[in-house]
């Protein structure tokens, strides 16, 4: 596996990571053993068919989920062992998330839904700010219903890294949208990670997305397949899907 040089800074380190579902008699292994480190500033795709594993990998690495068995330490923070006020913080101070469908309020505009975590966040960024970043500030005024999906989810992207979080967890965010307009959304994630240092995790089925990663993580049926980098790392735009 390939793994970077050691003298990076460890973000996440998961060990052991089992899930188990139980839907009435029937048992369901989302995830079967994975040993997994996240490092400072890199851009990881995590790649596999539906059903390996990646969502349950991300909702755990994010203190959304608990693991049946296993560790997470994120910085210090044994994720296992935390209670639900700690893991409460930690999602809001720590993590930024963005997901397939943007969970926009239809009857806020564009700065005002990114306004909602500003308010509560320790050292944000204005909306303002946020929303240059992904390409947005000259649509700061209209309301979700008055933008393209591409546009709505580049306010979620806005939203989840206003509050300058460490890590950004993206659950499928091209998933919704046609080639021309997920390339703008992972530029916009990509910008975001090239100059806010984010470490930045998106989940995706979409193989042609793996180019532009610094590592690719491949699942299947729960467990980690394969680590590896891309022979050369593209930009978004030089991506085919």
């Not at 060990?15 to 839907?23: A, D, I």
């Not at 409460?88 to 969970?103: C, H, P, S």
């Amino acid at each position: 596996m390939d793994e970077p040089s050691s003298d990076r800074n460890v973000v996440f380190r998961a060990r052991g990571l089992t899930k188990v579902y139980r839907m009435g008699e029937v048992e369901v292994h989302a995830l079967r053993g994975v040993d997994l480190d996240l490092y400072e500033g890199e851009f990881v795709v995590m790649l596999g068919p539906s059903g390996s594993g990646k969502s349950t990998l991300l909702n755990i690495l994010g203190g959304l989920d608990a693991p049946s068995g296993g560790e997470v330490i994120c910085q210090e923070r044994d994720l296992v062992q935390a209670g639900d006020r700690e893991l409460t913080e930690f999602r809001r101070e720590f993590v930024g998330f963005v997901f397939q469908f943007y969970n926009l309020i239809p009857s806020l505009t564009a700065r005002e839904n990114v306004a909602i975590v500003t308010e509560i966040a320790r050292d944000p960024m204005t909306p303002e700010e946020a929303l240059a970043m992904v390409g947005l500030e000259n649509r700061m005024d209209h309301f979700p219903a008055q933008l393209s999906g591409g546009e709505q989810q580049r306010v979620a992207i806005a939203r989840a890294v206003a509050k300058r979080p460490a890590v950004l967890l993206c659950d499928e965010p091209t998933g919704a949208l046609d080639s021309k307009t997920g390339v703008v959304v992972l530029e916009a994630l990509d910008r975001v990670n090239r100059e806010l240092g984010t470490t930045t995790a998106v989940i995706t089925h979409n193989a042609g997305i793996a180019e532009m990663a610094d590592r690719v993580i491949h699942l299947a049926d729960g467990r980690i397949h394969e680590i590896y980098s891309p022979e050369v790392k593209k930009r978004p735009g030089d991506l085919s899907w």
